[in-house]
Nanobody, 127 residues
Framework: QVQLVESGGGSVQSGGSLRLSCVASGFTYNTYCMGWFRQEPGKEREGVAAIDSRGRAHYPPSAKGQFTISQDNAKKTLYLQMNNLEPEDTAMYYC?????????????????????WGQGTQVTVSS
């Protein structure tokens, strides 16, 4: 059974930093595609960062360079380092995983590309 458990969210002031973690279990970690997403109330879920099969990070065009995705395969853990946070970064952040059909992860940032989701961790940034 695939399980993804996020942690590390919290409340910070504008300009602050947080590091989110996602511990995975129930699957062979380095064979799945992994990504981070966020969702504000009343808005669609959006991709924040993802890792492809070569370990390269992918970010949306709108990214401001604040976020860095990384992973520790031995610990089966995905990370999202978030620096210089702004109030508009306030959202629920989710970890997602997908078993790719052709054993290749493109670093997709579309939520529909992932079938497994964690419960989310709340990030709140105050001005």
């Amino acid at each position: 059974q695939v399980q993804l458990v996020e942690s590390g969210g919290g409340s910070v002031q504008s300009g602050g930093s947080l590091r989110l973690s996602c511990v995975a279990s129930g699957f062979t970690y380095n064979t799945y595609c992994m990504g981070w997403f966020r969702q504000e109330p009343g808005k669609e879920r959006e991709g924040v960062a993802a890792i492809d099969s070569r370990g390269r990070a992918h970010y949306p065009p709108s990214a401001k360079g604040q976020f860095t995705i990384s992973q520790d395969n031995a610990k089966k853990t995905l990370y999202l380092q978030m620096n210089n946070l702004e109030p508009e970064d306030t959202a629920m952040y989710y970890c997602a995983a997908e078993n790719p059909p052709y054993d290749y992860c493109s670093g997709a940032l579309a939520p529909g590309e992932y079938n497994y989701w964690g419960q989310g961790t709340q990030v709140t940034v105050s001005s």
